[in-house]
């Protein structure tokens, strides 16, 4: 072709969601180096997990394709944190890790309106009018009107076996060697990260009997609702490190390539590698691992929480310190990997540079870390790309959205001095964001957007007349002088309970049941949760004028300081500060009102 409307570089998680995105609205290319890598899980197979579960669950009701990519290939589901509260709870669905990538590349290559270009981006080159070309190693330049930059762990990227290293965006793939020199070019500052990921054993290798097994739920979930045929055909299983672990990688620490100093990119604080939580927990001398299947037939399993850029012969030494892991046979090496990030400050709420107007970011090129959190990007900039090609209006998504409106306002507001990881913490008003009601709260704005079919839309629209009909019909039930939505918000009574007491409910999917359930049993912490965040949207705007933040001492150390040295002249500003937390916020708002009060009486 001699053009396209968006070009998406990359065909990683956020590659596969901006190029699924933007071609629902015009002609798309998808520019790779090699087409069987597309849809590759390079580390955990798996997706969801807290925090993250909640951005799967926004992607498909935004009418994105990860959660369809789980469910298709799971084999192993699992709800953690199921005896907490709704806010908290995660899907977890463990994936079969070659069948999902053979999925995506299903989905990608059957696209009419996407095609998929292989080659390596050498340049960015603006064309006057507003849009770009896309030079490749080769020489073609391929013409767009919007360009997303989906590059992963791949610009510059270099990865360490002990302290040797060699050019590799992930392992055995080669990196993208050209791509950041346009958007230095450009203006950007970019910045230098460091992720990394576990060794695979061989499966026949492992003492299965000497782990603690850990079933899949009984009653398989779904991101989609309606989970693979598969998902409950794996069990996953935990071990743990010993004091002979520990005491081999405190001793061979100067083979580290980040303790010897020769790696100089930021790592993950809240996913560190082996022996990083070796010398930070000092007081631990076990730490829990979880061995994970690749497949149901994989010949591997990985070892997650015990990623490691130690050479291979010590690596060899460390797993077989591990219990069942004696005999084990490592089939692919740990290792870590550097590359080149922007920094998200430069870039608007809908991830386009403001430097390079056209050109989109994606993914772990923002700093960010994990499948999720790349999938929630890509998502944003292929739909803003695309909408921007065709001159339709910009719709950016708030914080008070959801998981993926944080996500944005952290990376643009916040920034991030270390690969960003969504987590519930980050989330001011988890009861009302939660992953049961992601499809009620954002697809009518996927609908707006243009992602969602009206289908879609109304079919969720009458899930939701379905629930306030079957509450309104407890409500109306009397039992022993008490309502029935009375007897469910007990904490001893499940909606099975309340109807085995005779009160009838219509028919309703376990979906249903469950929004239902939620609804009654937390219908006063739901509404307290409304009545604050009202309060806070009014408490945006409260002037800062003239306020000595050091006098407050409600504010946390942190926040003193670094509210002094921003200045912010609002509430709003304030909030966007990096390291100014959810509670600092709120202290501030009560000195603000409390003083206004004061001023008052006198």
């Known amino acids: 072709m001699s053009g396209w409307n968006v070009i998406v570089i990359g065909g990683g998680h956020a590659g596969l969601e901006a190029a699924w995105a933007a071609a629902k609205f015009a002609r798309t290319a998808l520019l790779v180096g090699n087409p069987a890598t597309i849809g590759r899980m390079p580390c955990n197979p798996a997706v969801g997990g807290p925090g993250k579960s909640q951005l799967v669950f926004e992607v498909q009701a935004l009418g994105g394709l990860m959660g369809r990519l789980a469910d298709d290939t799971a084999i192993h589901t699992r709800v953690l944190n199921a005896s907490k509260g709704p806010a908290v709870q995660s899907l977890r669905v463990q994936n079969e890790r070659d069948a999902y990538a053979e999925r ?21 080159e603006a064309d006057s009018r507003g849009g770009w070309f896309v030079v490749t190693t080769d020489g073609r330049r391929l013409h767009t009107r919007s360009v997303v930059v989906a590059a992963g762990t791949f610009m510059r990227g270099v ?15 080669p990196p993208s060697r050209f791509l950041s020199e346009p958007l230095v070019r450009g203006g950007h500052v970019l910045k230098r990260y460091k992720t990394g990921t576990p060794p695979r054993v061989r499966a026949d290798s492992v003492r299965f009997a000497d782990l603690l097994e850990i079933p899949a739920d009984p009653q398989p979930r779904g991101f989609t609702g309606r989970p693979g045929p598969r998902a409950v055909e794996s069990p996953t299983w935990q071990t743990q490190t010993t004091p002979e672990t520990h005491r081999l990688i405190q001793e061979n620490l100067h083979e580290s390539p980040m303790y010897a100093g020769d790696i100089e ?5 809240y996913c560190p590698s082996i022996e990083d939580k070796v010398v930070r927990f000092a007081h631990h001398d076990r730490h829990l691992l979880f061995v994970e299947p690749d497949g149901v037939q994989t010949s591997e399993v990985y070892l997650q929480g015990f990623s490691s850029s130690l050479p291979p012969a010590l690596q060899d030494q460390l797993v077989r310190t591990l219990p069942g892991f004696e005999a084990a046979v490592i089939q692919r090496y740990a290792y870590a990997v550097e590359y080149d990030v922007v920094d998200s400050t430069e870039l608007t709420l809908n991830l386009e540079s403001r430097l390079l107007p056209g050109v989109f970011t994606a993914g772990q090129i923002n700093g960010t870390s994990g499948y999720e959190e790349a999938a929630a990007q890509g998502l944003v900039a292929g739909t803003a790309a695309a909408r921007r090609s065709q001159g339709l209006e910009e719709i950016q998504i708030s914080r008070e959205t959801g998981y993926l409106g944080v996500l944005l306002d952290d990376l643009v507001f916040k920034g991030s001095d270390e690969p960003y990881r969504m987590m519930t913490s980050r989330v001011e008003h988890r009861l009302l964001v939660r992953q049961d009601n992601a499809d009620e709260r954002l697809t009518g704005l996927g609908f707006e957007l243009g992602l969602v079919d ?3 839309r109304q079919a969720v629209a009458e899930k939701y007349r379905r629930v306030g009909e079957g509450i309104r019909s407890l409500q109306m039930q009397r039992l022993q002088g008490q309502p029935g939505d009375a007897w469910l918000r007990r904490p001893e009574f499940a909606l099975e309970d309340v109807e ?4 009838f409910l219509p028919e309703l999917s376990p979906g249903e049941r469950e929004a239902l359930t939620i609804r ?22 409260l002037s800062l004028f003239g306020v000595d933040f050091a006098e407050i001492t409600a504010l ?47």
């Open 556 to 602: 946390s150390n942190e926040a003193r300081e670094k509210l002094a040295r921003a200045k912010p002249a609002t509430v709003a500003q304030a909030a966007r500060v990096p390291g100014v937390r959810h509670a600092d916020i709120s202290a501030l708002v009560v000195h603000l009102r409390r003083n206004a009060a004061v001023s008052r009486e006198t």
């Open 265 to 269: 990119g930021l790592g993950p604080r």
């Open 159 to 173: 990865t360490w076996y002990g302290r040797h290293s060699r050019p590799e965006g992930r392992q055995g793939e």
């Open 454 to 456: 009206e289908v879609t």
């Open 500 to 503: 085995a007491l005779g009160l």
């Open 520 to 541: 009654v049993k937390y219908e006063g912490y739901i509404e307290r949760a409304q009545r604050q965040l009202a309060s806070e949207d009014k408490a945006r705007e």
């Open 104 to 124: 995506a590349q299903d989905v990608i290559l059957g696209h009419p309106e996407l095609d998929v270009v292989r080659g390596e981006a050498a340049d960015l």
